[in-house]
């Protein structure tokens, strides 16, 4: 009798159209990291935005990694993978969780040529020297460690004077006073922070080099100069031709397009240089002629989470560019930007 009643509810079952329910399988297998340094954009005209590039990839914590690992694997600054994960343990992600790796971004808003160094982002951006407006060019991209707050990179245009290989480093009096174990000169090899390659600047003693110590790369860690993994200064090395010219800028906020669409990229404020980093977007948003086409509250969200990452703020469609310009009249917000007058440090 109880063998009917099985192949009865059997029966049933299959009469009904219902299936015995099966427990989801592992997601698909994500593919190996890309690391991603080479960007083929078209640079915009006057009255463009800086286009989105690159593309954002995902990554599954196995055991024993931390968000550096998967920075180095990719790449990337330690704090692009932390700004872009802000809810995820950076020393213990749980095993088998996805993280975001964000290998997307909007070009900084500068002439474009030659060496441009985003500080708050922690980016370098290489154009062609002879770049010029609607050109399609390679832009090549590396992560960088920075000046600390007492220490900062300093903003404004540089020359590259010279460069040299395994460089020999001569304390300057101000780091010599702060050192553990004070040394006048550091010959080349493992103690030496410049690494094996240097690239001067007329800039006071700044120079960009490399690290004896990668994992300091996406961090504010230097006395000012500009530090590179090992791999991508020996890169970077080999393009540079002296004299050949270069800028910092600060930008936090960059603003950008693609597809009609518009998007933000929001970064912390590292040296706190100004009073609402809400102001400061809009008033980048403002001087793009874009107001009346973006959303607020994406707006006001990605100010508020800082990750790091290009966000879609759209509202309304980008208008043509035609009538993208200095006449165009905007929608701006009530409150006006207000941003500080002069620099803490440079």
């Not at 290998?103 to 922690?122: A, C, D, H, K, Y």
Request: glycine share 8%.
């Amino acid at each position: 009798m109880r063998g009917r009643t099985v192949l009865a509810v059997a029966v049933l079952t299959v009469a009904s159209g219902c299936t015995a329910s099966r427990s989801p399988g592992p997601p698909p297998p994500l593919p190996p990291l890309e690391k991603i340094t080479e960007l083929p954009v078209r640079v915009p005209r006057k009255g463009e935005l800086p286009p989105v590039v690159g593309h954002e990839q995902h990554y599954q914590i196995v055991p024993k990694d931390t968000l550096l690992d998967v920075a180095r694997n990719a790449g990337l600054g330690f704090q692009e993978v932390k700004s872009a994960n802000r809810d995820v343990d950076e020393w213990i992600p749980p095993a088998g969780l996805r993280v975001d790796v964000p290998t997307r971004w909007i070009l900084p808003s500068t002439s474009q040529r030659g060496i441009v160094i985003n500080v708050p982002e922690m980016r370098m951006y290489m154009f062609p020297a002879t770049t010029k407006p609607g050109d399609k060019v390679v832009v090549r991209t590396w992560a960088v460690a920075i000046g600390t707050d007492d220490s900062q990179t300093p903003v404004g245009p540089f020359t590259i004077i010279s460069k040299d290989k395994n460089p020999t480093w001569y304390v300057p009096d101000s780091i010599y006073k702060t050192m553990d174990r004070p040394r006048r000169v550091v010959p080349p090899g493992p103690d030496n922070p410049m690494g094996a390659y240097r690239i001067r600047l007329a800039k006071g003693l700044y120079s960009i080099h490399g690290s004896n110590t990668p994992w300091a790369i996406g961090r504010e860690t230097t006395h000012g100069c500009i530090r590179l993994y090992p791999e991508d200064i020996s890169e970077l090395y080999g393009m540079i031709k002296p004299p050949m010219n270069g800028e910092f800028v600060y930008e936090p906020v960059k603003v950008g397009a693609t597809d009609g669409r518009i998007f933000v990229e929001v970064h912390e404020d590292v040296y706190h240089r100004f009073r609402s980093l809400d102001s400061e977007a809009w008033r980048v948003i403002r001087a793009a002629h874009v107001a009346g086409q973006v959303d607020p509250d994406r707006l006001r969200q990605a100010v508020r989470e800082q990750r790091g990452v290009p966000v879609d703020v759209t509202g309304i469609p980008l208008r043509p560019r035609a009538i993208l310009t200095q006449s165009q009249p905007d929608t701006p917000p009530a409150a006006p930007a207000r941003r500080i007058a002069g620099e803490r440090r440079s």
